[in-house]
Each structure stands twice: as structure tokens, then as C-alpha cells.
């Protein structure tokens, strides 16, 4: 049997990249091996970081363009919502000493609000200094798309129109941080999602197995 053991990951990547899918799949699969897991996703994961959720994403990707929050205010409400979640839920589930998966997390403000919105970073990070306190990732993986790929299952979504209210560069930029993010650094596992079999959830699992059982 597995020891218990508070291991947390996450799960980085564009839209369409299949983080979402995989999270479920890793959480499924760590289940059936009795791992106590915790599946949760940012923004949101608790009901008030879900309601600040609503309130970004509806500003995000549904307003016309001069109605729009301020890029601090919004980088803001995404670090009320992680506040939030980190201190509610991240915290005391890895306390208990349970798996935590969470499908984003701090380097999607990376990528998003720094590499793509020219938010400061010093800004985010003395707010993350208080907010995380030494909270880290045990593994980040990053999943790495075919941006045709991705804008195809973004396509298939109810939400449709999502992946159109931003230009394709800036996906690709956002794509491209998060691999600079993740270069030579021992937590981070860059991954290609890009094909549709199960090749990808079998290895992610394999990793995870290899590294909670030490
Ligand atoms: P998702 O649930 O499809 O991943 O959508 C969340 C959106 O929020 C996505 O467009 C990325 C964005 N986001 C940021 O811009 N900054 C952040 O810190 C986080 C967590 C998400």
C-alpha cells in the first residue's frame, strides 16, 4: 500500500490544452488506487472564490471592450479568489495529508497577467508572498498544444466563442511563457497534449505514482 502523504499538482496550460481533461482523469485514476485526492481548480475551488470567478470570467470574455475591469483589478480578483482557495481549501486538504490536484495555478498569472498583460510582477509576487506563504507545487505539468489543436476543442465547447476574444499571438505568447517558466527547473514536467489517446493520461499517472510512493 501507498504511505499517505499531502502531495499537491497542478495542471498549467492554454485553453484547449487538455488540463482540465487530464486533471480528471489523474483524479480518477489516484481514486481507484485509494489515494485520499482532492480535485480543484482556480479560479475558484471554494464558493466564494467561485463567486469571484463568475465575476472575472463574465467581464473576461463577455463585455465589449470599454467596459472592461482595469488588468490590476483584475489581476487582483484573481489573487482574492486564490486567498480564497488556498487558505480554505489547499491548505487544509494537504494538512490532512491528501492529494490536492488543481487545474491552474500561480503561473497561469505568470503567463496571463504578466507575459500577456504587462502586469508587474512584483506586484503579484509580494501579494503571493502573504497569500502562499511557503505553499509550492510538488509537480507542475504543463501541457503543451498545437494551437490548431486547441482551438478546435475550445470550438467544440458550449462556450464557443471563448478562444476568439483574444488573438491566436496571444495564446501563443501565454504558451510560450509557460514553457520558460517550467525551463530547467526539477518541479516542472512539460508534456505534449496535443494527440487524442490515452498515451498521455497512462504517463502523467506513471509519474505520479513513481513520486507520491517515495
Ligand atoms: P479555465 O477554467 O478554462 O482554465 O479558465 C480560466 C481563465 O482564467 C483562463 O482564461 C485563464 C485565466 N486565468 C488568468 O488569467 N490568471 C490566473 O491566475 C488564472 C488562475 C486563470
Known sequence: M?????????????????????????????????????????????????????????DYFGKKEKKKFDRYTDTLLYLAARNEHV??????????????????????????????????KNFIDSIHKIILGNLKPDIVFILKVNLKTSRKRVNKRKNKNRYDKFPKEFYKKAQNAFINIAKNKKRYVVLDSSKENDELEKKIFQIIIKRVSK
Request: aromatic share 12%; proline share 2%; charged share 35%.
Open 87 to 120: 487558505k480554505n481549501k489547499i491548505y487544509p486538504e494537504l494538512k490532512k495529508k491528501k492529494v490536492v490536484i488543481c487545474d491552474r495555478f500561480t503561473d497561469s498569472t505568470m503567463a496571463y497577467q504578466v507575459y500577456g498583460k504587462k502586469v508587474k
Open 2 to 58: 501507498f504511505k499517505k502523504k499531502a502531495f499537491f499538482i497542478v495542471f498549467e496550460g492554454i485553453e484547449g490544452c487538455g488540463k482540465s481533461y487530464q486533471s480528471k482523469k489523474l483524479y480518477h485514476n489516484l481514486k481507484k488506487k485509494k489515494f485520499k485526492t482532492v480535485l480543484t481548480r482556480e479560479p475558484g475551488g471554494t464558493k466564494n472564490a467561485e463567486e469571484i470567478r463568475k465575476l472575472i470570467l463574465s
